[in-house]
């Protein structure tokens, strides 16, 4: 009897889903891509910072170039409480041992900044201080998700106005949508900017003549959104 209802109940279940996809294809309906795309300019830059006692110049230890690289960056205005973190979450410090005699110590910083112009003056007063290893990690844009629904909105309206000029000269027109698909962009592609993507113009950091600084423009991101759509034909 037990085995009895557990096949009644699958047959049914079975049957139902059938129904289901069956009533969904019989419906006349057009398919399309909607599709929408705009840039933004990026309102987070993340510097890599590494310095270390051998990369100093005059043997400055490692402590020392920290203090100074953080008073430095103090005096630009930038709150290193809360935009300077360590990358390195096992430890703070990372030894190398050289020779097994020479001990070489390291530290790697992700320093975050809003925009190009604060991104140049942190590189000459990081050059100032004697720390030349630093490097853009990546961009990012605070309301990446918001920017990002605006476009699916815009994407879906695409839709319904390419379903509406195919449906036209057919004499039908375009009812309730019945299917929705996102088709989720790549993220790494929108925000993971590689440094061959940011362009660094004009002029090398000259302690001499430091009214020229380093003119350096950050590719904008693109935000971009695809949704498909059926809608059922009247």
């Keep these: 009897m037990k085995n009895y209802l557990i096949l009644t109940y699958l ?7 059938f129904c289901q996809t069956k009533s969904f294809i019989d419906q006349p309906l057009v398919e399309v891509n909607g599709y929408a795309d705009t840039m933004v300019i990026p309102n987070q830059i993340f510097i890599k910072i590494n310095i270390s006692e051998k990369d100093s110049r005059d043997k400055i230890s490692l ?3 920290e203090k100074n690289m953080i008073e430095g960056l103090k005096s630009m205005g930038i709150n290193t409480e809360v935009d300077l ?5 096992l430890s703070n410090y990372k030894f190398y041992f050289l020779k097994q ?8 910083y992700i320093l975050k900044v809003i925009n190009a112009q604060t991104a140049s003056k942190v590189f000459i007063k990081l050059e100032d201080i004697g720390i030349s290893n630093t490097s853009i990690d990546h961009v990012n844009h605070t309301d990446i998700e918001y920017i990002t629904n ?14 509406i000029f195919l449906t036209k000269p057919l004499m039908q027109s375009v ?3 019945i299917h929705i698909t996102d088709v989720e962009q790549n993220i790494n592609n929108r925000l993971q900017e590689r440094l061959s993507e940011i362009s660094v113009r004009g002029y090398g950091i ?6 020229e600084e380093p003119k350096i423009e950050f590719e904008k991101i693109k935000v971009q959104s695809t949704i498909n759509v059926k809608f059922i034909l009247k």
Excluded: Y
Excluded at 11 to 17: E, G, M, V
Excluded at 150 to 163: E, M, P
């Design 63 to 65: 402590e020392e170039l």
């Design 85 to 89: 973190t360590t990358s390195d979450i």
């Design 150 to 163: 605006i476009c699916r909105t815009k994407a879906i309206l695409n839709a319904k106005s390419k379903a």
């Design 175 to 177: 009812g309730n949508a």
């Design 11 to 17: 047959t049914l279940a079975i049957s139902t889903a």
């Design 101 to 108: 005699r020479d001990v070489l110590k390291s530290k790697e």
């Design 206 to 211: 000259d302690v001499k003549r430091k009214f």
